[in-house]
């Protein structure tokens, strides 16, 4: 019995858990083959999944084809920059620097008292989408807490989980005061989340410089990530937990120097390091939390260290962040509190990581360039070795060795500290002001660009430059330039060429700056898309429906108005 036998309904099946390039060599095998794919809905859907680089919802109940319909016109509308509404939506309450966004909201601190940068209560905005056809309306759901909260951590989708920090109050038995981690459902945050045996974790930190501590939080999966900034003080502690036995996973405090770590998996850990032994040479080092189900306890262990480009003598790191969105999820399963309107989400295997940071001069501090490294997370995971057992004694990877293939640099001009949720899938957005004041405004407008590493986008772009206008787009008033990386990865891709003979619409893969020993070149290939003309934001955030636009206050720079620019 051959594979032409067997049912129709078999060969779906079959099909279905097949890669997409072994599933495109099936499509010409043979006219039933063909025939099959034409006619199957759900064999369609699985090859538009993978190539947007999206999973199905398993709790969304639309039909096959209405999913089809949905993802195609998502894909088209986003490689278009053809948004379907713009809303805007002014902050009702007075905005504290605390912010965070998941699938469908985005949270913002609230203050008590307009006078003091002090956090006391939470609110969140349930942003616009399009169901059933209909714009669906934004408002505000404000709760306070009547204390100062240091930082929120969220885990919405996967746990409906949000994480509140905090600084105990000091009583005679104990003056000192201690951080406070405290979990709640994220749906009702006056509740304990019924799934964390401890509710509250302590923790303490240095208090000798009498000042308040800086806090982030992660979470993928069981595992839970706190970082401790003290200011004025160089060292960050880490400590990683699973936040529902409570067990830690560190050795006392762990030192890092970095702000913000990602999770490339629910148990391997990204941690940028600026400060090697030789302090000029920053790294990436992963690595690996071990089961809390294991019989003897266990504590993270570093499985990789990656080289980052040597930095001059005359420099120093200032600051340096990693970013991915969405979070991984335990053992990968599809978060159940996603919403289940929606038929698919970006794969966080698939996503991308941004990694931002600030060289600066020794000698003037306004000597500084500001970068952002792009990357796969599966590069990153693929670099892990399988069978290490103490990464701390291996050598680390040379730059040489594994940067340039996988990664794309950015020189920027401003550090994203502020409003750092720049990628969501593999997509990467930057907002940048013009050269030029707008005559009317006597304000500066934005150029919205957005960054798309998707493999399967960058290939239909090299492979339809005659139909695709590289290079400046004259006909569509939404979408003002496309450009894509020198490197094909297609060796039979078309070149486009201007009148001077060089090819239009080029990312340049030299980073051109002063900061390091040698030249930095990265060849990541992606495709850009760029929209002029755009108010004056401050910040632009992105998650898989929309980009949202963020208005600050001139003065105290809080968040005042939000602007969703959706796609679908």
């Known amino acids: 019995m051959g594979l032409l036998d067997f049912a129709a309904e078999i060969l779906v099946e079959i099909f279905s858990n097949l890669h997409l390039r072994d599933l495109f060599a099936c499509y010409g095998t043979c006219h039933r083959f063909h025939q099959l794919f034409t006619n199957s809905s759900y064999l369609q859907y699985r090859i538009e999944l993978q190539k947007a680089g999206m999973i199905d919802n398993p709790f969304c109940r639309l039909p096959t084809p209405k999913k089809v319909e949905m993802l195609r016109e998502r894909e088209r509308a986003w490689s278009n920059f053809d948004w379907k509404f713009i809303k805007a939506k002014k902050v009702r309450s007075t905005a504290s620097p605390t912010h965070g966004l998941t699938a ?13 940068f002090v956090t006391t209560g939470i609110q969140y905005l349930k942003l616009p989408s399009i169901v059933g056809g209909a714009v669906t309306s934004a408002s505000w759901t404000r709760l306070a807490f009547g204390e100062e909260i240091l930082e929120f951590g969220s885990a919405a989708m996967e746990h409906d989980l949000l994480v509140l920090s905090r600084l105990s109050t000091p009583t005679e038995d104990h003056p000192l ?7 709640r459902h994220h749906s009702d945050p006056r509740k304990p989340h019924k799934s964390a045996s401890i509710p509250v974790i302590k923790l303490s930190y240095e208090q000798e410089q009498r000042r308040t501590p800086i806090l982030s939080i992660e979470i993928a999966g069981e595992n839970m990530a706190v970082l401790v900034m003290i200011p004025g003080l160089l060292v960050i502690r880490l400590h990683i937990f699973n936040w529902k036995l409570g067990i830690e996973k560190t050795v006392d405090p762990f030192p890092i120097y970095c702000e913000r770590v990602t999770f490339l998996t629910d148990d391997l850990l990204l941690i940028p390091n600026s400060l090697s032994l030789d302090s000029k040479t920053p790294t990436l080092n992963i690595y690996r939390i071990p089961s809390s189900s294991a019989p003897i306890p266990a504590h993270i262990r570093l499985v990789q260290t990656l080289d980052l480009p040597t930095i001059k003598p005359s420099t120093f790191f200032a600051e340096f962040w990693s970013h991915s969105a969405p979070d991984p999820t335990h053992r990968s399963a599809f978060p159940p509190h996603f919403p289940n309107t929606r038929p698919f989400l970006s ?7 941004t990694l931002s940071f600030r060289v600066t001069s020794v000698d003037n501090d306004d000597d500084s360039n500001c970068f952002v490294i792009v990357v796969h997370k599966k590069a990153l995971v693929d670099l ?4 290490v057992d103490d990464g701390a004694s291996a050598p680390p990877t040379s730059w040489e060795a594994w940067g340039p293939p996988v990664t794309r640099w950015f020189k920027i001009r401003e550090f994203p500290n502020d409003f750092p949720r720049i990628s969501w899938g593999q997509r990467y957005v930057q907002c940048t002001a013009s050269a030029f004041l707008n005559r009317r405004t006597r304000k500066a407008p934005r150029t919205i660009t957005l960054y798309d590493f998707n493999p399967w986008r960058v290939r239909y772009v090299h492979w339809n430059q005659d139909q695709i206008q590289v290079g400046p787009v004259l006909k569509n008033h939404k979408l003002s330039e496309i450009r894509f990386s020198r490197e094909d990865p297609l060796s039979h891709a078309k070149s486009t060429q201007n009148e001077g003979g060089d090819r239009a619409g080029l990312l340049e893969d030299v980073c051109f700056t002063n900061k390091f020993t040698s030249t930095v070149v990265g060849r990541l290939p992606c495709v850009a898309y760029s929209s002029t003309n755009w108010p004056e934001y401050e910040g632009v955030f992105i998650d898989d429906e929309r980009l949202i636009g963020i208005y600050t206050e001139k003065e105290t720079y809080r968040v005042n108005k939000l602007e969703t620019i959706y796609f679908g």
């Open 347 to 353: 794969d966080p295997e698939s996503a991308i990581v």
């Open 104 to 116: 469908n909201e985005i949270f913002l601190g609230m203050e008590g008292r307009k006078e003091e």
């Open 384 to 387: 892990v070795p399988l069978d």
């Open 177 to 183: 005061p201690v951080i406070l981690i405290d979990f």
